[in-house]
């Protein structure tokens, strides 16, 4: 099915080419939206390229990045989990040090600029977890917008703790009820505001997906992790990673972390990205989209998607609110279908031991998101003697305190 | 939305608005992520996911309705759905069924070259949405690509029903006659006779969605007369004016 809707396959090294101007990544991507919406998002287009061409704007986001967010972030050998696994040496690339715990700053630093040159007073958002809607919350007060985020019912539960700060930052938190109450509905929900106020409304999406060009704008924001950590692991290795681990939710910090490396051999860098292995393999406990997904269009872009046999959009599940998630942004598809990255699952399990392995034997909390990385190196670094490995630890588990509190029962 | 209460009702209820004087009825597709609907029609699509309903049993319905009425039928719907049906099945099933076409409401003029030509080839009607905030260039596009009539969005936002029409509506109807030969329909918070009234000069066919399901579930329990006696409420509008039904135009070749 689907094959039909689409222009070609990408082949080789056009990784980094990608997409093209309507926003395809190989078969993958574009923007599939509401007429309505169809203008605005081209408006939205070029103001960003338009942005991504002036060094004021650069200068500008460079400055917020380092001075309030706290880049370069750093890349620390966690010794003695690759001495407890003994295989791979591992290194951790520290997005959970950035100002509000994760990587979703710089994304959110790129896109308020953008919309403060647009002339928006307004910035709306969805949030899983609540890190992106902390993210935009905190931008919004920084820069001096209103602010509002929408998010499922049962992930204000969930993260409670991050709801309270998004309010403590003067955001407006929009509980939504439909459906699963998680992630797909309050994006769902934010498009909806968006396209009755356009006028003086941005919409701050927060991974690499939904039509274009989101999926390119956000992973531009984010491809500074990958850059950063190309010379940062050249500093400390005098050479490039054999392995790449990140977990996929959107994807945002596994693309911002591969694009860098999209061009290298795969024998050279090897790629790997986690997806949220939930409850087990049936439809509906998971929320792995490689692994038993189809493409399919939800909410703007030809991609994976967890549906039935007629097209509904499944419920998932994950642990972590933030890969709970029936969709994934487009370029993973294409990485998917080209081989180029490999994509596994952690379970619920896996990720919270791990999360309990990383905290005692490096005193790095990860958040639950990142701990489905961490699973997967600690399945893989006891037979990669000799290799190095080079995770993106996404952001830290303070939002995450109550489920490991009730789940690992210390 | 068809199969909100159940199919056997919505056919019951189209046959029904044909004998009220509708011209031609729109038959949505439930789809999980309404992204573009408000409350009303979420609500109506929850409720025919949960009736059963799913584009086989729709298109079965059509067949079941063709046997009572001749009143054009456009099956509404989100991408998902027909795309995970594939398109060429989706145009040959649908024409076979007796429907006149078809409107996708989250498939842009970009993207929509491989559906349009499987509509094509089994003479299906293709209406696409213009909206207030498309540009002149994007509304001679969305001309090029409809067939049938063009369905201009009265008001940015989501569907629902509203006291006052918007003022959107006029200078849009205005920019697509400049753009197209093609029927006008306007549609997007349209919810009573003075609003017909209002339109019946400016547009060939106005269409009336949430007000109409809002009636349906009020009347959950008998909802057919209750749905038809509305639409005739409704056409009290055009009373007051000379007005050329839509189904003149190409949607009713079949």
Redesign the interface.
């Known amino acids: ?2 094959k ?3 222009n070609k396959a990408v082949k080789g090294t056009d990784f980094q080419d990608q997409p093209d101007q ?1 926003g395809h990544f190989g078969l993958y991507g ?11 998002l ?1 408006e939205l287009e070029s103001a960003y390229l338009k942005a991504c061409s002036d060094p004021a704007f650069q200068q500008e986001l460079e400055h917020l990045l380092s001075r309030y967010a706290g880049r370069p972030t750093p890349l620390t050998l966690a010794s003695r989990l690759s001495d407890h696994l003994g295989g791979a040496r591992i290194y951790l690339k520290r997005e959970d040090l950035l100002h509000t715990g994760a990587h979703k700053i710089n994304n959110c630093l790129g896109q308020a600029l953008l919309a403060r040159r647009m002339g928006k007073g307004r910035l709306i958002a969805e949030t899983g977890a609540g890190q992106h809607g902390v993210a935009t919350a905190t931008v919004a007060a920084l820069l001096g917008f209103q602010c509002v985020i929408y998010m499922g019912e049962e992930d204000m539960a969930r993260q409670r703790l991050n709801v309270f700060r998004m309010r403590l930052l003067g955001a407006e938190v929009v509980p939504v009820k ?2 699963s109450r998680t992630l ?2 309050a994006i ?1 929900e934010t ?2 505001d968006w ?2 106020n ?1 006028e003086n409304t941005y919409y701050l999406l927060g991974t690499a997906f939904g039509p274009h060009p989101y999926p390119l704008m956000v992973r531009e924001f984010q491809k500074v992790i990958g850059e950063e950590s190309r010379q940062q692991i050249l500093e400390a290795e005098g050479r490039l990673p054999d392995l790449l681990l990140a977990c996929v939710g959107g994807g945002s910090n596994a693309i911002g972390l591969f694009h860098e490396f999209l061009a290298e051999d795969a024998e050279k860098v090897a790629m790997v990205g986690v997806e949220a292995g939930g409850r087990g393999s049936q439809l509906g406990q998971h929320a792995a989209r490689f692994h038993g997904g189809s493409p ?5 872009t ?1 991609s994976y ?1 967890l ?1 039935d ?5 499944s419920a998932t599940h994950s642990i972590s609110a933030g890969l709970d998630y029936a969709s994934v942004g487009p370029e993973h598809s294409m990485l998917f279908d080209s081989g180029r990255v490999e994509y596994t699952t952690a379970t619920d399990s896996e990720a919270l031991e791990a999360c309990r392995t990383l905290s005692q034997l490096e005193g790095i909390i990860p958040a639950l998101e990142s701990a489905h990385a961490v699973a997967e190196a600690v399945r893989r670094a006891p037979s990669g003697k000799g290799q190095v490995y080079l995770l993106c630890l996404s952001g830290r588990g303070d939002k995450d305190m109550e489920i490991l509190e009730r789940e690992l029962r210390l | 939305m068809a199969g909100d209460p159940d199919i056997a009702t919505t056919a019951k209820m189209v046959v029904a608005l044909a004998q009220a004087g509708v011209d031609i009825v729109e038959l949505g597709v439930p789809f999980s992520e309404p992204i573009a609907d408000g409350p009303v029609i979420q609500r109506s699509g929850e409720r025919a996911l949960r009736s059963g309903a799913n584009l086989p049993r729709i298109l079965q319905m059509v067949r079941d309705i063709r046997q009572e009425s001749p009143v054009p039928l456009l099956l509404f719907s989100y991408l998902n759905p027909v795309l995970r049906y594939g398109f060429e099945r989706f145009a040959a099933d649908a024409v076979a069924s007796g429907a006149d076409g078809a409107l996708i409401t989250d498939l842009s003029v970009e993207e929509a070259g491989p559906y349009v030509s499987q509509m094509r080839r089994q003479g299906l009607d293709t209406v696409f949405l213009a909206a207030p905030t498309s540009t002149d260039q994007r509304l001679k596009r969305v001309a090029e690509l409809s067939t049938g009539f063009v369905y201009a969005i009265a008001r940015a936002g989501v569907t629902g029903a509203r006291e006052q029409l918007s003022a959107a509506a006029a200078p849009l109807l205005g920019r697509l006659r400049a753009a197209t030969s093609l029927p006008l329909a306007v549609g997007f918070g349209i919810s009573r006779p003075e609003h017909l009234t209002e339109l019946a000069p400016l547009a060939d066919g106005v269409v009336v969605g949430s007000a109409l399901v809002r009636c349906l579930e009020e009347h959950q329990q008998d909802p057919v007369p209750h749905v038809a006696d509305f639409a005739r409420w409704l056409r009290e509008g055009f009373k007051t004016q000379r007005h050329e039904p839509i189904h003149k135009s190409p949607i009713h070749k079949s």
């Open positions: 099915m689907a039909h809707s689409i309507g574009g923007r599939y939206a509401p007429e309505t919406l169809m203008h605005p081209e439909a459906g797909k509905e769902s498009m909806r396209v009755t356009l399919g269009v939800l909410h703007g030809f998607v549906q046999e007629m097209g509904q959009i």
